[in-house]
């Protein structure tokens, strides 16, 4: 049974009223009326509708007062809104789309035009619920998905190794309990990233970490101990991969506003994602300082698996894992996603450069700092 829409009608005129409402009605519609836009929000509150259409000129409160109170509503900001009035002033009719209303129709109308663009409109809104829907269950369950592999591997570990230990707690050698509890160490390990990242990701969306970082930044006139800094932290991995980290910076450098913690946990990731990515191919990863008149570039290459270009779009999307089924990969998807957003809460941006079979680089750009351009 196909839906009856709700038409929101917000009209002070009793007959033009009638008139439109009997127009809609005839066509199907169910609709709810209103002559002003107090009386509309005191409808809206018992009953969401799927379209709305306002006079202007209204007593109490006119049209665009209703259409900002409904706007401010985060339960209403989808509901297409429609300015139906007798002001043909150009800059009316502008004030009305600026205000991102979705058509302005004037007075007289023809009522053909009324019942295609109210139409028009409903099968847009219901077109765009429908993506949004399918967006979100692809979302929810490639996160179901992700995160149940990430819950259930450490656990894994941990509980296995704590199984076999008990098991045999008085047999075991001292090397033996060894191995157990480092494929504890482990198993808890990736445990704690994963939690640490999801709190990370919260602090960002929730706008909790803008503020900290902002408090915290400071100008740093040559970057290169913050990068041997974060280069030190994955030295030894890139030596167990026969790879290597090799810095390749010349002074002078232009001053750029970092905090210390967030850009190194940004760079740290992008450091992390290109020896995944270069395992195997014993190519050392090189990370570029380079200067520019108003901004920073720090690029880290790797020569690597690359990256399909039809995939460098997604990069930084949550949840997002580049052919995971063919490559065994740590963590949710989230990773190059907090790089980009910390690098962007400093100002700038990362850039990606790749191609298949022969590596990527991705490219941070800082902001001069104010007044040191």
């Known amino acids: 049974m196909e839906k009856q829409h709700t038409i929101l009608l917000a009209e002070d005129h009793w007959a033009l ?12 519609y169910r609709v709810l009326a209103a002559t002003d836009g107090a009386e509309a929000l005191d409808l809206m509150r018992e009953t969401r509708p799927d379209l709305i259409i306002a006079d202007v ?7 665009y007062e209703l259409y900002e109170k409904v706007r401010e509503n985060s339960e209403w900001v989808s509901i297409p809104f429609i300015f139906l009035t007798a002001k043909a002033e150009p800059e009316d009719i502008i004030k009305g789309k600026g205000l991102g209303a979705e058509d ?8 053909d035009e009324l019942l295609i663009v109210v139409k028009a409109r409903l099968e847009r809104a219901e077109a765009i619920q429908e993506a949004a829907e399918a967006e979100f269950d692809r979302l929810r369950r490639q996160i179901v998905n992700v995160l149940s592999h990430e819950l259930r591997t450490p656990l894994t570990y941990i509980r296995g190794y704590t199984d076999l230990a008990l098991e045999d707690i008085h047999g075991l050698s001292p090397e ?37 970082l902002k408090a915290n ?15 030190s932290q994955y030295e030894a991995r890139a030596h167990q991969q026969q790879s290597a980290l090799i810095l390749r910076a010349e002074p002078p450098y232009t001053p750029v506003a970092v905090c ?3 850009f190194l946990d940004a760079l740290g990731r992008l450091l992390d994602n290109a020896l995944k990515f270069s395992n195997g191919s014993q190519q050392p990863v090189v990370i ?27 990069l930084f999307q949550k949840f997002r ?24 809460l400093h100002g700038g941006d990362i850039e990606v450069e790749s191609q298949p079979g022969e590596g990527s680089t991705f490219t941070v750009r800082l902001p001069a700092a104010a007044g040191r351009e």
Not at 57 to 63: K, S, V
Not at 294 to 302: F, G, H, P, S, Y
């Open 17 to 28: 009223q009638q008139a439109v409402k009997d127009l809609l009605t005839a066509e199907g």
């Open 57 to 63: 000129m209204m007593p109490r409160m006119d049209g």
């Open 104 to 111: 302005y129709i004037t007075k007289p109308f023809n009522p």
């Open 176 to 212: 033996a309990l060894q191995d157990f509890l480092l494929g504890i160490q482990r198993g808890t390990q990736r445990l704690s990233r994963l939690v640490e990242d999801l709190l990370l990701m919260v602090q960002i969306e929730s706008g909790r970490l803008k503020e900290e």
């Open 217 to 231: 930044c400071h100008v740093v006139e040559d970057p290169t101990p913050l990068i041997h800094k974060a280069m």
């Open 260 to 262: 210390d913690v967030y």
């Open 288 to 314: 570029t300082v380079e200067s520019k008149p108003n901004w920073l570039e720090i690029a880290v290459t790797d020569y690597g698996i690359g990256i399909p270009a039809a995939e460098i779009p997604n």
């Open 321 to 344: 894992q580049i052919e995971r089924e063919r490559h065994e990969q740590q963590g949710v998807g989230i990773g190059l996603y907090l790089a980009r957003q910390l690098i962007l």
